[in-house]
Nanobody, 120 residues
Framework: QVQLVESGGGLVQPGGSLRLSCAASGSGFSIYSMRWYRQAPGKQRELVATITSGGSTNYADSVKGRFTISRDNAKNTVYLQMNSLKPEDTAVYYC??????????????WGQGTQVTVSS
């Protein structure tokens, strides 16, 4: 059994920073790509950032230059450093990872979501 547990959300003023964390727990698994998604009220879930097992990254245009995704493979953890936050960044942020458990084919796992609110 594998679980993704997120932390780090909260309320921040415009221009502020937050760092989200997502840790995978369990045993006997391998993690491939890891991603952060977000979903604002009344909108579809959107892909924010991706990091491969080799460390290559990709970002949505709306967050380029402000957000940084990173991972610590020894801790099975992915991070999202968010700087220069804007009110339009307000959303529930979800961690996603492609994980192989034992000899099974890789599949997607999701975190529970963490609320980020950017407001003065």
């Amino acid at each position: 059994q594998v679980q993704l547990v997120e932390s780090g959300g909260g309320l921040v003023q415009p221009g502020g920073s937050l760092r989200l964390s997502c840790a995978a727990s369990g045993s006997g698994f391998s993690i491939y790509s890891m991603r952060w998604y977000r979903q604002a009220p009344g909108k579809q879930r959107e892909l924010v950032a991706t990091i491969t097992s080799g460390g290559s990254t990709n970002y949505a245009d709306s967050v380029k230059g402000r957000f940084t995704i990173s991972r610590d493979n020894a801790k099975n953890t992915v991070y999202l450093q968010m700087n220069s936050l804007k009110p339009e960044d307000t959303a529930v942020y979800y961690c996603n990872a492609a994980i192989r458990l034992g000899v099974n084919p890789p599949r997607d796992y999701w975190g529970q979501g963490t609320q980020v609110t950017v407001s003065s």
